[in-house]
């Protein structure tokens, strides 16, 4: 069983990164730029956010956060995007979530330039994906793509089933992988016989937040296997797969921590990068 490195893999894909910021440097005379908008005192957000500037840094991007308040106007947030979308130096823009319950998720996704959304999330960037046209991809599913990709190269024809149905990621990495001519079901809370489609898969990516949904006899022998969970339980953070019984069959395998995670903010920089690069067209 291949036990895929998420880790090493994202400290790869930020090498070339780097490579990439330094190259644009020499040709624009300036490097791609990432705000972070953090809002409230969440302490996963603050790590997270923290993590994103580290790397963001390591990779020779311009790095800003703006911190807000828990109680800071809808409106105030609403002004910053604005001015944002209009400033030259900023190529990538995110809003941390989750938003205190006073702010409306959706007004903010929808004020961020779609040119400019790193997150993927605003509706043209999921319309744009879901038509095959180019687009900022959500982080996460783009580094599960990346994973599998390097496992196997030509997923034409694979059969894949994706586990979850969230905007954030199971809908995106449907689309990621019709695009590769997988043939792929997409299951949820109402699918009737969960087991039974994960059998019939060649890859499997599990999205839910359910602690080892998807067992050891779920999964056929030569499947490639991605945890995309990140569940805190008794005994420590697990993913969405039961690693131990499912790495006895699975081609491949990501581990929880240390297989999705590190992908995900690699491939924001990723983000930042390819934004900047549209803009000088
Ligand atoms: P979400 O928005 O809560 O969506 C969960 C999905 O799972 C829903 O579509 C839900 O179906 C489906 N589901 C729930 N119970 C199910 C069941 N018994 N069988 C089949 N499907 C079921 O979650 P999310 O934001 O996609 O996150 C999923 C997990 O990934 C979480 O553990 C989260 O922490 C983790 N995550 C990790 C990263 C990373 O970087 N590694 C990034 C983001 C999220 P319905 O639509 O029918 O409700």
Redesign the pocket.
């Known amino acids: 069983m291949i036990l895929i490195d998420g880790k090493k893999e994202a400290e790869l894909l930020r090498q070339e990164l780097k490579k990439e910021v330094s190259d644009l440097k020499e040709k624009y005379n300036r490097v791609p730029g990432l705000t972070v908008i953090l809002i409230g005192d969440l302490a996963p957000s603050k790590i997270y956010v923290r993590n994103k500037e580290k790397f963001a840094n390591e990779v020779g991007l311009k790095s800003d956060i703006i911190r807000y308040s828990e109680s800071i106007e809808e409106k105030v947030v609403l002004d910053k995007i604005d001015e944002l979308n209009k400033n030259a130096t900023v190529s990538g823009i995110l809003v941390q979530l989750p938003l205190p319950k006073h702010i409306d998720k959706k007004k903010i996704i929808e004020a961020i330039n779609p040119l400019k959304d790193v997150d993927g999330f605003h509706p043209m960037n999921v319309g744009n994906l879901s038509s095959g046209y180019e687009s900022s991809i959500p982080c ?1 599913p783009m ?1 599960c793509y990346l994973l599998i990709k390097k496992i196997e190269p030509n997923l034409s024809g694979k059969k894949a089933v994706v ?4 905007n ?3 809908k995106p990495m449907t689309q990621l992988l019709l695009k590769e001519n997988c043939t792929v079901t997409i ?5 009737k016989d ?1 087991k039974a489609e994960c059998l019939k898969a060649d890859i499997i990516v599990a ?4 602690p080892e ?1 998807v067992k050891g006899d779920w999964v056929k022998k030569d499947t490639i296997v991605i945890d ?4 805190k339980t008794d005994k420590g953070i697990v993913g ?1 797969v039961a690693f131990d019984e499912v790495s006895k069959n699975a081609k491949a395998l990501t581990p929880v921590p240390g297989g ?2 590190p992908m ?1 903010i690699a491939c924001l920089l990723k983000n930042t990068i390819d934004c900047f690069k549209r803009s000088q067209i």
């Open positions: 996460t580094g586990v979850g149905r969230s954030l990621n199971g299951t949820h809370s109402k699918t969960l999205a839910v937040g359910i949904l995309v969970g990140i569940n969405d999705v995670g995900t």
